[in-house]
């Protein structure tokens, strides 16, 4: 190689450092619960009989509630068990390990919710959580349309921004083990980690140096929109998913 070609592509390197560097989403960000607003999902219940139908957005799973694995959404299975007539024992496993407990007590005027739970991520370690929902409209018993009023994460993720090819990022979670390199082209880029279903692939574009558009699908159907906005040390997921009335937005701080 000669000292030219050396020269050169110590300058394209030292060019593109500077350019990542001057990427105002490059960095680790921490979510900012007291900033965020990520309650108002809509869920729907139906007792059928022995079984419990639950319908989030365009997604719908019919369980036995007799205590037994059964397959659901996303190549996982939920075990549902009566803990009186008030209380559901709900466990979820992905390829036979639990990735969620959680026990949904109702009340006992049967307008309210309280889902009390912990996911235990692919590292091994865990976030508790607690989520109240709401009756809205009609119905009685489990059976209805819900709604969330209060989301409480105790141990949230951090996640890390990194330079990805030319002009792409790569969104990495390591707690998830969750890797998503993004051309920011338009183009499919197919998300890798664990507990990622099988066919889920985003793609993005640049709006302008500070706004990100991605588009989340699985096996082709759109299963949300997101819209990141970065400002100094903040950044701010604007999240719409399909069937959801409104968006979520989460806030993270910048970890210095």
């Not at 051309?183 to 066919?199: F, H, I, N, R, Y």
């Amino acid at each position: 190689m000669t000292v030219t070609a050396i020269r050169c592509g110590a300058l394209v390197c030292a060019l593109a450092a500077s350019v990542w560097a001057d990427d105002p989403f490059v960095g680790k960000w921490k979510f900012d619960q007291a900033k965020s607003k990520i309650a108002g999902e809509q869920l729907q219940f139906e007792e059928m009989g022995d079984s419990l139908k639950v319908t989030f957005g365009d997604i719908t799973d019919t369980v036995k509630m007799d205590g037994t694995d059964q397959p659901v959404h996303f190549g996982r299975t939920e075990c549902i068990t009566k803990e009186g007539a008030n209380k559901l024992k709900v466990v979820t496993k992905q390829n036979g390990k639990v990735v969620d407990t959680l026990v949904d007590t109702l009340s006992s005027d049967g307008q309210t919710i309280t889902a009390a739970g912990e996911s235990v991520r692919p590292d091994g370690s865990k976030s508790p959580y607690t989520v109240s929902v709401k009756r809205v409209g009609s119905g009685s018993g489990w059976t209805g349309t819900w709604e969330s009023t209060s989301v409480d994460i105790q141990a949230p993720d951090v996640f890390e921004i990194k330079p990805y090819g030319s002009d792409g990022l790569t969104f990495y979670t390591a707690a998830m083990q969750d890797t998503l390199n993004l051309k920011l082209d338009g183009s499919d880029a197919v998300e890798q980690g664990p507990t990622v279903p099988k066919g889920a692939t985003s793609s993005g574009r640049r709006v302008d140096a500070h706004t990100l558009e991605i588009t989340d699908k699985l096996q082709g159907s759109v299963r949300d929109h997101v819209r990141y906005t970065v400002q100094g040390d903040t950044l701010t997921e604007e999240m719409r998913e399909t069937g959801q009335p409104s968006a979520l937005r989460f806030v993270f701080d910048r970890v210095r």
